[in-house]
């Protein structure tokens, strides 16, 4: 009996370790029966300027999604993004509206802002053994200050479209003729390809999963595990810094005080998309695909007749229900 | 067989308490597989970790190819080429068998990780080991077998020669046995120094040239494998003095009832159709190497692991246990092997730890009688002799024998009538070993009734009124004490050759 | 130093409720000097508004906090409580007592929610304490249709509710809060409730092992924290009468760090509701002062964050050096 029963729990063990590809393919198809459902039931849905606000939604969320992907995959969170996208965003449009620095230095100024708040995050948990959520936590709250101290509490309008120093604007939404495309898509689909390629193919990315996998082992491995803890983190600021850049072109008016909320999306975009709330699971792409599941839901609930407030109380329970079948498929694999 | 490649020479370490290794020798030459056995803390483990640098030694000599070493940590003893596959594997569950092989030395083709020359390389390894792997595969699809096989090809990727085997089998299967014999015949054949530890007889025969025999953190002897029986080496396993009288007869009567009848237990592949009875006032010794499935057993009766079968009847009426609440409510106590994880709640006070099963006697409308609490409390202090300077101490400032007491009282307050107690003196001092032993015999006499789970021989022929022995998940034999002895036992819990 | 700790006094009230209490002070002074407005009563008064609802979230958490576990939804929880409840009592007619009940029966239920998934799904609590974030301020959204909610002020029919915070210039809240605080102990110290929430947080195997239903006591202490809550927002409604759909997120570090700065260890088991109240007390002064000397609440947004990093760092190498 021992021999029969030593095979039986290796062939239900795969549905955890290799299961990241096939719930791609199902988040892909809710992608589409979302998209056709929410078609079917308005007609004014059906319109290509619904894909282009649908665009609009995702950038800033999907770039959340491709690095908080990161920290979520070693075991952690990040949820100072949302408010981080903010305040950066403030701090570099500040520079820009009220200090006369040209467009590119406001970018990058968000950006780097972004990659020393993801440091602290980094520094938080890693060398000061912080958990992870209560240290974010923080950082989430701190930079909801320093935004709007950055900013003197007034909202920042990053240059619109017609006037100087917008061109950055067309980054995201070009048009061509009378017709507007959604540049930025293509942006964030090189972006995910080259995350992808960083987090399978490049030490950072397989360091990440190893921690997340099992941190003494890596340890044991004579791994600089602090030194890759900390990247996981940076790689998230930094793309909540790129995330920053994406909303400031999109709506171009930056109220602080808000991003609290951005999180979930993105963090609820990468957990429906495959990442494992317990780390080591997870893809770039699927986190892509998680951030399309909740924009469909942003934009597509008002078109049938339900308050957009809706999407929050949907997507809290998406996320649950995500985790919930994460958790089911790790005990069917622990029952022999 | 070749040259020595390693000699450990007159090996002394100490712990607090504790004389680990006395003056112990052990060589291994190349090309051969050298056994290394003895009970449960005969000190095998202490004196491979001396060797690979997680214990530094007292005194005595390391020679490797001839030349004195001393490593500091496991990473100095592998680039010197001396390698453990560990029983418990450090495996990384989702990466591939190559990405863990390569690990923290990764081939790289500019910043890429160049997977493709892993693979090969790991696929290379694979073949002169004549393993069947895929090295794409996630590591955590494997079964333990593989796994293992993994953790060897690492080793030998280290260019090992001298591999250390820490109870390899113990999670494999037949078929994944024989392959790993494959694997360390082949090893030999390369002259690799191989050391192997292992309980069970029939695989020393089988694998190893040579067997080194330790007891009580002693050296006892080595043999020939092929020119000895499984006999001799029990018999230098066990051929200790024991100072204490063992027990000769049992002092239960034939007749007295049975309490506690366990049919066909089952739970995963550590407890396999367990049948046994406990009667009034009796300690049932439970004896077995470490492995053997005895604290598996005992948690599954207690509910605290699911279990897949059998029937539980306790003074004659089938119950249903399906949770230790289940058990407890059943009159059953579990005093566990791990104190400090599943014992005792070390912020808490010992007032606190011992009125923990027993809350709602305490309970007085919505508040906790504090007065009633201490005073139960108190009086298991005294009737222990727990030395504490009062009940409001926290438990984690008690030492090991006072900590046991606080959770035997925890059950004893709860009054329970069956206790199962999993190495009880696991840790402990003579002096409070003793007065475990005391108690036990008081508790029995008193009408109780006891499993005690020990991997000490002596314990267990001091103790138990009749015992019971398990080997891989199945009980091998029961036996009553007046016809017990250490060969017998040993015997029985060693699979037959 | 050691002979100061080994005093018999000094021991029973805690070293560092006693350093708390300094800081306490040492705070009132400072802003006292910076702004010679802030010595009268009426700033006093206003922190003290603030410490109530403050306060209960603080306690709440405390229980959450106990098992090993958090909850960061509690925040957007009472404002979702306020404005469900207050928009029943202005649109719909319910009752004033009906309402305040509603309002604790919403954070009530918020946390079954919240104890269900951790306790019986294992659900990691931050993911729950995210959800049920938005979910609360969705909630609180679609309910009110995104319009702020008024509560009656002390002059209309319905006003006497905001008695609860001060009558003249009494501060009854004071009194109710202390009066919970103690509850909220005795319910901790000296209750099979407290005495398992608190085990399980240290040990949970070896409480279950006891033979004790450790889900149902995790879960009640998410409850526990629900319930308080759904009082903290009676006292916002009655400190400020107005809540706005959308926020409330700032309250959950501050609560947090009121109870890590009282004592309360984020590793589990060890919880102090007595350093909660002074913790609270703390992050109330700082907030009032923070206004008085002419700063934004953003910087108070900062300071807390610092506060709560080099709190639970502290406990954090504490652990790590007795180990």
Known sequence: MGKSVGNAPAEKKKSIFSGAGSQKIIVLLVVIVLFAFFSIFSANFRRYTTVLSIMDYSYYIALMAIGV??????????????????????????????????????????????????????????????????????????????????????????????????????????????????????????????????????????????????????????????????????????????????YSAVFSTVQPGTGAGFELEAIGGAIIGGVSASGGVGSVTGSLLGVFVICLLKTGLPYIGLQANWQQIITGMVLIGAVMVDILKKKRAEAV | MGDIILTMKDIDKSFPGVHALDHVNFEVKKGEVHALMGENGAGKSTLMKVLTGIYTKDSGSIVYEGKEVEFHNTRDAQDAGIVIVHQELNMLGHLTVAQNIFIGREFKKGIRIDDKKMNEEAEKLFKKLNIDIDPTEMMGNLTVGKQQMCEIA???????????????????????????????????????????????????????????????????????????????????????????????????????????????????????????????????????????????????????????????????????????????????????????????????????????????????????????????????????????????????????????????????????DILIFDEPTRGIDVGAKNEIYKLMNRLAEEGKSIIMISSEMTEILRMSDRIVVMCEGRKTGEIDISEASQEIIMNMATREI | MEKIKQNPIVKKIGINRIVLCGVLILMYAIFCMLSPKFAGIQRIMSALNYAYFLGFLSLGVTFVIATGGIDFSIGPVMFCSALVSGYCLTKYGVPLVLSLLISVLVGCLFGVFNGYFVAYWTVPPFIISMASMNIAKGLASVFTKTQSVSWPQSVDANGWYRNFVKMGNFPVGLVIFLVFAVICSIILNQTKAGRYILSLGSNKEAVRLSGVNVKKWEMLAYIICGILVGIAAIFYVAAYTTVQPGYGDSYNNEAIAGCVMGGTSMAGGLASISGTVIGVFIIALLQEGILAIGFSKDYQLIITGIIVIVAVYTDVATRRRKN
Not at chain 2, 298 to 310: H, L, M, N
């Open chain 1, 69 to 246: 992907t990161f920290p979520l995959i070693t075991g952690g969170v990040d949820l100072s993004i949302g408010t981080g996208l903010i305040c950066y965003s403030l701090a570099g449009g500040y520079l820009v509206i009220h200090c006369g620095w040209p467009t590119w230095a406001g970018m990058l100024v968000s950006v780097l802002f972004g990659i020393l708040i993801g440091t602290l995050n980094g520094a938080l948990v890693s060398l000061m053994s912080l958990p992870p959520f209560l240290a974010t936590l923080c950082t989430c709250m701190m930079t909801r200050g320093l935004g709007s101290i950055c900013s003197n509490n007034f909202g920042i309008s990053w240059p619109t479209s017609g006037t100087e120093g917008s061109w950055f604007r067309d980054i995201f939404k070009i048009t061509i003729g009378d017709t507007k495309y959604p540049l930025g898509f293509l942006w964030v689909l090189l972006l995910v390809l080259l995350m992808s390629f960083v987090l399978n193919h490049t030490k950072i990315g397989r360091y990440t999963i190893a921690i997340g996998s099992n941190k003494e082992a890596t340890i044991l491995s004579g791994i600089n595990v602090k030194f890759y803890h900390i990247m996981a983190y940076v790689i998230s600021g930094l793309f909540a810094g790129l995330a920053s850049i994406a």
């Open chain 2, 154 to 416: 690492k080793a030998i990727s280290h260019e090992a020669k001298v591999i250390i085997f820490d109870e390899p089998s113990a999670a494999l299967t037949e078929a994944e046995i024989e392959e790993l014999f494959k694997i360390i015949r082949d090893l030999r054949k390369q002259q690799l120094g191989i050391v192997y530890i292992s309980h069970r007889m029939d695989e020393i025969k089988v694998i190893t040239d040579r067997v080194t025999v330790m007891r009580d953190g002693t050296y006892v002897g080595t043999l020939i494998t092929n020119d000895c029986t499984k006999d001799d080496i029990i018999n230098m396993m066990v051929g200790r003095v024991i100072y204490e009288d063992p027990k000769t007869e049992s002092s239960v009567a034939k007749d007295a009832p049975i309490v506690l009848k366990v049919e066909n237990l089952n739970a995963g592949k550590m407890v396999q159709d367990v049948s046994f009875e406990l009667r009034k006032g009796e300690i049932l010794g439970f004896s077995g190497l470490m492995g053997a499935g005895r604290t598996e057993t005992a948690r599954a009766i207690f509910g605290a692991d699911p279990k897949t079968g059998g029937t539980i009847t306790i003074n004659g009426k089938k119950v249903e246990i399906n949770s230790p609440e289940d058990a407890v409510k059943c009159g059953i106590g579990y005093l566990s092997e791990d104190r400090k994880r599943y014992g005792i709640v070390v912020q808490k006070s010992v007032a606190e730890n011992s009125t923990m099963a027993t809350m709602e006697n305490f309970v007085k409308g919505l508040f906790i009688n504090k007065k009633a609490e201490n005073k139960a409390a108190q009086d298991y202090v005294d009737s222990l002799a727990t030395k504490t300077p009062s009940v409001d101490q926290l438990v984690v400032n008690l030492s090991g024998g006072n900590q046991q007491k606080v959770v035997i009282a925890k059950w004893l307050i709860r009054n329970c």
